[in-house]
């Protein structure tokens, strides 16, 4: 019953029928939890808001007004305690004037991933995108890849380059992508 009503769901929000529901729904349920795990944000002041950026390509509005829809009724608007602030912004609009903890990349080229890098800026955001297969193309920390069960993969070039601390525990279950 939740599958279809899953189905349904997407079905009427216009998804792009190039994303596979599942894997979206499943990236959008592990992907923060493992970036509030990063020992700078999981020490930084419990009553800031924690923000999420949804990043896309002109045409996948839906799709990231959608995922900002399964962020916030996943989490019930708080994530390890603290509250979420979701926004999406479309890749030619990325700029490093706003500070983000997560920025989750949507379908995209690895010009406009770029973008993404100088979104960051000095906000050192966990960075995470959907399509797992560019995640050693472009320099990106996180991604889910979808076998027998979720695969968790880390960008070990960004961790290093990024120094980015993360739980040993986290580190002995990802996949290391080089």
């Known amino acids: 019953m939740k599958r279809l009503l899953i189905s349904l769901f997407i079905a009427t929000t ?7 529901p599942f894997l979206l729904e499943t990236q ?7 970036a509030v795990l990063e020992k700078n944000i999981l020490s ?3 009553k800031t808001p924690i923000k999420i950026l949804i990043a896309y390509d002109r045409g996948d509005d839906d799709t990231a007004a959608s995922c900002i829809k399964i962020l916030m009724s996943k989490f019930n608007g708080r994530l390890n305690g603290r509250p979420i602030n979701a926004t999406a912004l479309p890749f030619d609009k990325l700029d490093g004037t706003t500070s983000y903890h997560f920025i989750y990349a ?5 010009s406009q991933l770029s973008k993404v890098h100088n979104a960051v800026g000095t906000s050192g955001a966990i ?3 959907y399509d797992a297969d560019k995640l050693a193309d472009d320099g990106l920390l996180l991604s889910i890849r979808m076998e027998r069960t979720p695969i968790i993969l ?3 070039k960004a961790l290093r380059n990024n120094r980015f601390s993360f739980p040993d525990s986290l580190l002995e279950i990802a996949r290391m992508v080089q």
Do not use: F, H, R
């Open 154 to 156: 880390i960008n070990a």
């Open 14 to 20: 216009g998804w792009s029928a190039t994303y596979d």
């Open 127 to 129: 960075t995470a995108l």
């Open 106 to 110: 949507l379908k995209a080229s690895l």
């Open 28 to 34: 959008l349920s592990l992907l923060p939890k493992i």
């Open 44 to 46: 930084s002041n419990v």
